[in-house]
T-cell receptor, first 113, second 115 residues
Framework: GDSVTQMEGPVTLSEEAFLTINCTYT??????LFWYVQYPGEGLQLLLK?????DKGSNKGFEATYRKETTSFHLEKGSVQVSDSAVYFC????????????FGKGTKLTVNP | GAGVSQSPSNKVTEKGKDVELRCDPI?????LYWYRQSLGQGLEFLIY????????KSGLPSDRFSAERTGGSVSTLTIQRTQQEDSAVYLC?????????????FGPGTRLTVL
């Protein structure tokens, strides 16, 4: 079945450091890809998405590019802030049917001042 | 407008008891999902409702789990004869089914602890 693998961390960075969280997937067909974020004490929310190959999703300074040839969707940010401390989940959904989300295990990011 | 709401926010129960968890989706959203977030298994899909169609129950872990959605709106997830491994945060999400991409909006979750 479909699956998502992401680096589990935890990841600890200093403010203004560069962030990469790796994510690869296994799926039949052409899934849509997502990054969700869960800030401390808050619910899960969509950070960015890409629905076809070579699409780049971006939001709040974060970016990820849908790479079909490497089945990857790595999350990057050029300069992290303390407020980016959260748990990040990579996810996919197959097109059609329920379009349920299949999540990676999550990566906890802590950014220190 | 109001987001997805879930109740209770926390539930502590004894092993063997039945529990009911409630989800109120965003008004007008016809699709509703239940997921479970646990330390061991991460975030897992449980069940999906879309309008009057038969639900996709493929993620339910055992026959102790069931869910219903009344009137195409509120949904209840029921766990019978709870076990300690059922301890988790149960998340509900809803989305519209308009043409094009539609985001799933998540509720705050119900934290279930089985003693």
């Amino acid at each position: 079945g479909d699956s998502v693998t992401q680096m589990e961390g935890p990841v600890t960075l200093s403010e203004e450091a560069f962030l990469t969280i790796n994510c690869t997937y296994t799926a039949t067909g052409y899934p849509s890809l997502f990054w969700y974020v869960q800030y401390p004490g808050e619910g899960l929310q969509l950070l960015l998405k890409a629905t076809k190959a070579d699409d780049k999703g971006s939001n709040k300074g974060f970016e990820a590019t849908y790479r079909k040839e490497t089945t990857s969707f790595h999350l990057e940010k050029g300069s992290v802030q303390v407020s980016d401390s959260a748990v990040y989940f990579c996810a996919l959904s197959a097109q059609g049917g329920s379009e349920k989300l299949v999540f990676g295990k999550g990566t906890k990011l802590t950014v220190n001042p | 407008g109001a987001g997805v709401s879930q109740s209770p926010s926390n539930k502590v129960t004894e092993k063997g008891k039945d529990v009911e968890l409630r989800c109120d989706p965003i008004s007008g959203h016809t699709a509703l999902y239940w997921y479970r977030q646990s330390l061991g298994q991460g975030l897992e899909f449980l069940i999906y409702f879309q309008g009057n169609s038969a639900p996709d129950k493929s993620g339910l872990p055992s026959d102790r789990f069931s869910a219903e959605r009344t009137g195409g709106s509120v949904s209840t997830l029921t766990i019978q004869r709870t076990q300690q491994e059922d301890s988790a945060v149960y998340l509900c999400a809803s989305r519209s089914r308009l043409a094009g991409y539609n985001e799933q909006f998540f509720g705050p979750g119900t934290r279930l602890t089985v003693l």
